[in-house]
């Protein structure tokens, strides 16, 4: 089969993430029952607890509670942090809608919050190693979620049509004290069809995973649209295999003031643009991107390091940087052409009128990249060290990291911890290298494809949405 972009490779890792934390005591909330009242034990669906807040006010670690549907027009406020082995888990009944009008704020650790909607209301993340999953955020006339916090997953959820005269879809807001760093934000579906907002992604702190996500619909309501605006001083930000599509008129990046390693690698993005990237950050990388400037626009621009990307069609002014293993098609009249550029190549898409932007078996972009980095050293184990290390994530403790492949072997590895200071991969399993060999993520064939989508012989599979597969549900 095809990967769905390179996360369908990595959504294969059967790493359990999630301990089978036991639950304490199990509550239930259910505001239209006949008898609910906060006077009640709450430990039985035949009497809940008629309020949330209760069930904020009660709970400690390890502890539970089910949703029934309503509408819950209270303030929340939580009391009681979990613990990494016992987390408290606020979560809709399954089946249930669960609105909460008034928003959510997160302001206690090891929190878990999942099936919940919030119809014009922003949901708040102050707390750390709290997990977010499968709610549904939207019309708030700010931003729809605030990250801050650390050590955070948010995962699975609709994000879509919130900001007014100026917000967006997610921030981590302006200097609270409470800085976002090493979070996850990974197969969530984030939009905005009704044009309400600004960005996508704004002020993203540093240390971030934005990863297999589905972002589409912006721009075309006469705001400065960006898939992401930094704030400036922003650093760290890995944006790996999401799609980006139905753009118009927007940029796909502004740079701040300080910003330095960003890592764009095997996005799909297409729409009309102004310039793609507004700014290149020190040590900036972009690796394996399909681009499709589709609809007009200037170009992709100044991409820093880049490599295996596929620029088609690329814009009128094209891109610039230290650029090399690109297909480029139409020629565009500025761009910087690399040693091993296909220059004027069709990448022959599988259905460019469809948008699918999978190769076909014929396509020039097969076998035709080079790898992300190298070994250093000759070596065997599990200790890898390579040249650039910060071109892979090791999903900080709470997602699964990447997998890699060496050149010339079939066998796959998945990255345990990264030591970025030392260039060094930790894997799951003992590989043998020589210095120099390239390493790259899974590729099918004799070396990486150029683009997003890595080609693979076997039955096609057709692109799909991000199934919001996770690797164990919490308990």
């Not at 999630?18 to 009640?40: I, K, R």
Request: with cysteine.
């Amino acid at each position: 089969m095809r990967c769905t972009l390179r996360i369908g490779c990595l959504l294969t890792v059967t790493i359990a993430l999630f301990s089978a934390e036991a639950v304490a005591t199990e509550y239930y909330v259910d505001q239209n029952q006949v008898g609910a009242s906060d006077t009640n034990a709450g430990t039985s669906p035949s009497a809940p607890w008629k309020t949330i807040q209760k069930a904020a006010a009660t709970m400690v670690a390890g502890d539970r509670v089910t949703i029934a549907s309503g509408q819950y027009d209270e303030e929340i406020s939580m009391t009681g942090s979990g613990t990494a082995a016992q987390r408290i888990t606020y979560r809709a009944e399954v089946g249930a809608t669960v609105q909460l009008p008034r928003g959510l704020t997160i302001n206690k650790d090891n929190i878990v919050v999942q099936g919940l909607e919030l119809p014009g209301a922003s949901l708040t993340v102050d707390g750390s190693y709290c997990q977010i999953l499968d709610n549904y955020i939207h019309h708030s006339e700010v931003f729809g979620v605030f990250i801050h916090g650390g050590y955070n997953l948010l995962r699975g959820n609709k994000i879509a049509n919130n900001g007014s005269s100026w917000g967006g879809q997610v921030t981590t807001g302006w200097d609270n004290g409470n800085e976002a760093h090493h979070y996850v934000l990974e197969d969530n579906e984030i939009s905005d069809e009704e044009g309400k907002g600004e960005d996508l992604m704004q002020y993203m702190g540093h240390d971030a995973i934005i990863r297999g996500n589905h972002f589409h619909h912006l721009g075309s309501n006469g705001r400065h649209n960006d898939c992401y605006q930094s704030g400036g001083g922003e650093y760290n930000i890995w944006i790996v295999d999401n799609r980006f599509e139905q753009l118009s008129d927007i940029q796909y990046f502004m740079i701040g003031s300080g910003d330095h390693d960003h890592i764009w690698r095997g996005n799909l993005m297409w729409g009309s643009i102004g310039w793609g990237f507004n700014g290149t950050p020190a040590n900036m990388r972009v690796m394996n991107n399909t681009f499709s400037v589709i609809g007009g626009g200037w170009g992709v621009a100044g991409v820093g390091k880049a490599r295996n990307n596929i620029f088609s069609p690329p814009g009128s002014d094209g891109h610039g940087g230290d650029v090399d293993y690109s297909c480029v098609d139409p020629i565009p009249c500025c761009s910087t052409r690399g040693p091993h550029d296909l220059w004027g190549v069709d990448p022959l898409f599988e259905d460019f009128d469809a948008r699918d932007f999978r190769l076909k078996s014929t396509s020039p972009c097969i076998n035709a990249g080079t790898y992300l980095t190298s070994a250093t050293r000759a070596g065997s184990g599990t200790a890898l060290p390579v040249a650039d290390a910060k071109v892979f994530v090791d999903g900080f403790g709470i997602a699964p990291g990447d997998q890699i492949q060496l050149e010339g072997q079939s066998e796959r590895a998945n990255v345990l911890q990264i030591d970025y200071a030392s260039n060094v991969l930790t894997l799951d399993r003992s590989l043998s290298w020589s210095e120099g060999l390239g390493v790259s993520t899974p590729f099918a064939g004799s070396a990486p494809d150029i683009g997003a989508f890595e080609y693979s012989s076997a039955e096609s599979v057709a692109p799909a949405s991000p199934t919001n597969l996770r690797l164990a549900e919490p308990k």
